[in-house]
Nanobody, 127 residues
Framework: EVQLVESGGGLVQPGGSLRLSCVVSGFTFSSYDMSWVRQAPGKGLEWVSSINTGGSNTFYEDSVKGRFTISRDNAKNTLYLQMNSLKTEDTGRYYC????????????????????WGQGTQVTVSS
């Protein structure tokens, strides 16, 4: 059974940091590009960042460039998102998903929810 389980969300003040983790099982993690996607309250889904299988190529949505860092540990089947200098507009539910930049950077996504996504972790940036 494919499982993606996110953790690390929480309440943080503007300017603070959080590190999200996504532990996966049920498939060969090292063979898949991976991404983070988020949904702000009352808004649609937004691609945040992607990473290739080996971790050598990373991609970021413009609003998070220089603040967020995506990484992975294939030995631990874990995807990460280090989020620094958080802003109120970063508030939302964050999902890890299989598929990389080509899957989520355009208008038509490879997957939306379902077994290729985790259940998400809530990030709230507020003073």
């Amino acid at each position: 059974e494919v499982q993606l389980v996110e953790s690390g969300g929480g309440l943080v003040q503007p300017g603070g940091s959080l590190r999200l983790s996504c532990v996966v099982s049920g498939f060969t993690f090292s063979s898949y590009d991976m991404s983070w996607v988020r949904q702000a309250p009352g808004k649609g889904l937004e691609w945040v960042s992607s990473i290739n299988t080996g971790g050598s190529n990373t991609f970021y949505e413009d609003s998070v460039k220089g603040r967020f860092t995506i990484s992975r540990d294939n030995a631990k089947n874990t995807l990460y998102l280090q989020m620094n200098s958080l802003k109120t507009e970063d508030t939302g539910r964050y999902y890890c998903a299989t598929g990389g930049y080509d899957c989520y950077s355009g208008d038509s996504w490879c997957y939306v929810g379902g077994p290729n996504w985790g259940q998400g972790t809530q990030v709230t940036v507020s003073s």
